[in-house]
């Protein structure tokens, strides 16, 4: 299958700064990436659309000016947790479709865990 | 609005027998319907979708599932469990024409030497 990866994997901060997270498709081309939140035991929560070449799309509830989403290529996405707290730590997923096609697979990144002190 | 029910929190199988991770789903069309994988601290890996076809769909490490619209269910089956299937397993599913891809709760899965 195709190959997403994320960066870092694991990243502690203090309250108050800004985490960047990396999400790249590695053999394949992504116009859409699709950025969740994952809590304990809990399921998946799609936090927001990346769209290469636009704005981003967020989901009902999610704070775009905390959580900041640039496409910048057709293989990366970024996002921006800005002045984090702790109720902020998280697993955080990406995943990308590879054809763009309502059909298709998505294929998620490992995670990254954010842990803020 | 689409919805996907895992109605397990966890099922406990032993090795060598079959198991079943039950899924049932919502959706206003003809939906989408895909189960991942988790492992510890890990992203979701794909094990199989139902787009259409054929109700019987077969996927990664033996894993199938069938597509049951009358009772709107997509139930995941192995025939004989490893002690190596023991992880978190998402039912999602999606509408037709659109992206948005709804998440079940999860069912843990514990296979027992």
């Known amino acids: 299958g195709a190959v997403v990866s994320q960066h870092p994997s694991r990243v502690i901060c203090k309250s108050g700064t800004s985490v960047k997270i990396e999400c790249r498709s590695l053999?394949?081309?992504?116009?859409?990436m699709f950025w969740y939140r994952q809590f304990p035991k809990q399921s998946l929560m799609l936090m927001a659309t990346s769209n290469e070449g636009s704005k981003a799309t967020y989901e009902q509830g999610v704070e775009k000016d905390k959580f900041l989403i640039n496409h910048a290529s057709l293989t990366l996405s970024t996002l921006t947790v800005t002045s984090a707290h702790p109720e902020d730590s998280s697993f955080y997923i990406c995943s990308a479709p590879t054809k763009g096609v309502s059909t298709d697979t998505q294929y998620f990144g490992p995670g990254t865990r954010l842990t803020v002190l | 609005a689409q919805s996907v029910a895992q109605p397990e929190d966890q099922v406990n199988v032993a090795e060598g027998n079959p198991l079943t991770v039950k899924c049932t789903y919502s959706?206003?069309?003809?939906?989408?319907l895909f189960w991942y994988v988790q492992y510890p601290n890990r992203g979701l890996q794909f094990l199989l979708k139902y787009i259409t076809g054929d109700n019987l769909v077969k996927g990664s490490y033996g894993f199938e599932a069938e597509f049951n619209k009358s009772q709107t269910s997509f139930h995941l089956k192995k025939p004989s469990a490893l002690v190596s299937d023991s992880a978190l397993y998402f039912c999602a599913v999606r509408d037709t024409g659109g992206f948005k891809t709804i998440f079940g709760a999860g069912t843990r899965l514990f296979v027992k030497a």
């Open positions: 959706v206003s069309g003809n939906p989408y």
């Open positions: 053999d394949f081309q992504a116009t859409t």
